[in-house]
């Protein structure tokens, strides 16, 4: 299935990109063993549902002597948890003879906007690519598509609690989010395709880009509500926000940095993706209608429940 890499490392394993490409490869009849890195030695059991063979290890990839002893025999690195430890993963396996490493990261790294947390990860990539030419970058957009993604359901929660919502500035900027099982069936396809995926970079973004706007009123149409939108002036909503994050010390869910990266139009190319593994994201309207009907029957289950 995938020609000489038998040895395959899954960090991040228990997350939530992570689990699509497990099913992914349980519905191909992967049959060799894929070895798991896992923090907590009680997600073990989390590997009982999938019907396929693991090899895991508990414990932290930031500690190098760990990751060191779990990329031993290693081939190929599918490194899906953050990518803050991206480069520890190469540093250490290029030491350990890995001969591919595909990371997972994000496309706030083509942003036009400056913050730490951007320049951080440009570094991080940067650092990574001086270490070991042996490298694939998948870079995705916003995920949604899982009741586990951090944007999405949060906003769908919030729109179907609320009858009124608020958007940073006027909603007219473009976005292109990428459902999760497109997400994990390019990790799949990348590994599939290696002649032609060794040592590139990616976009992986949805169909195509959608304004705020029109995103939240599909939403809307597929909550079945009627929900008022209020628009605040973009300025407004970053000095808002920074005192927000004064008086509750920074924990809030969003920062001024994320409301000043919403005006921006987040438009990407995934035409070499395409060309290269065959990626074909949903549109849109139809993979939220899959996210909010399962929200819905959750809802419902927990309901019925309670009663």
């Known amino acids: 299935m995938f020609k000489n890499f038998d040895n395959i490392l899954l960090t991040g394993a228990s997350g939530n990109s992570a689990y699509f490409f497990l099913k992914k490869l349980e519905k191909e009849n992967f049959d060799k063993v894929i070895k798991v890195i896992t923090r907590d030695k009680f997600k073990n059991?989390?590997?009982?549902?999938?019907?396929?063979?693991?090899?895991?290890?508990?414990?932290?990839?930031?500690?190098?002597?760990?990751?060191?002893k779990s990329l031993t025999d290693i081939d190929l690195v599918l490194h899906t948890a953050n990518i803050e430890n991206s480069q520890n993963i190469v540093e250490v396996g290029t030491e350990k003879k890995v001969k591919w490493f595909i990371l997972v990261h994000t496309t706030m790294v083509y942003s036009k906007h400056s913050s730490k947390r951007i320049e951080n990860r440009k570094n991080i990539e940067k650092n990574i690519l001086k270490l070991n030419s042996n490298v694939t970058i998948l870079s995705s957009s916003m995920v949604y598509g899982s009741s586990r993604d951090i944007n999405m359901s949060r906003l769908i929660r919030f729109m179907d609690t609320f009858k009124i919502f608020p958007i940073f500035g006027n909603g007219q900027n473009y976005m292109q989010p990428i459902y999760i099982e497109d997400l994990a069936n390019a990790y799949y396809n990348v590994i599939k395709f290696k002649e032609q995926t060794f040592n590139k970079?990616?976009?992986?973004?949805?169909?195509?880009?959608?304004?705020?706007?029109?995103i939240l009123k599909i939403i809307e149409k597929k909550l079945e509500k009627k929900i008022f939108f209020i628009k605040i002036p973009l300025s407004l909503s970053i000095f808002l926000i920074k005192i927000c994050e004064?008086?509750?010390?920074?924990?809030l869910h969003i920062n001024a940095s994320q409301v000043?990266?919403?005006?921006?139009?987040?438009?990407?190319?995934?035409?070499?993706?395409?060309?290269?593994?065959?990626?074909?994201?949903?549109?849109?309207e139809e993979g939220i209608e899959i996210q909010i009907k399962n929200y819905k029957d959750t809802k419902n289950n927990k309901k019925i429940k309670q009663n």
Do not use: M
Request: no cysteine; glycine share 4%.
């Open 45 to 68: 059991s989390y590997f009982n549902q999938f019907k396929l063979k693991f090899k895991i290890f508990n414990g932290d990839i930031n500690d190098k002597e760990f990751l060191s």
């Open 201 to 214: 970079r990616y976009i992986l973004a949805g169909k195509e880009p959608l304004k705020y706007n029109d």
């Open 246 to 251: 004064i008086i509750f010390f920074g924990k």
């Open 260 to 284: 000043e990266r919403l005006s921006e139009d987040k438009i990407y190319d995934y035409s070499q993706a395409k060309k290269d593994f065959l990626f074909n994201p949903k549109e849109f």
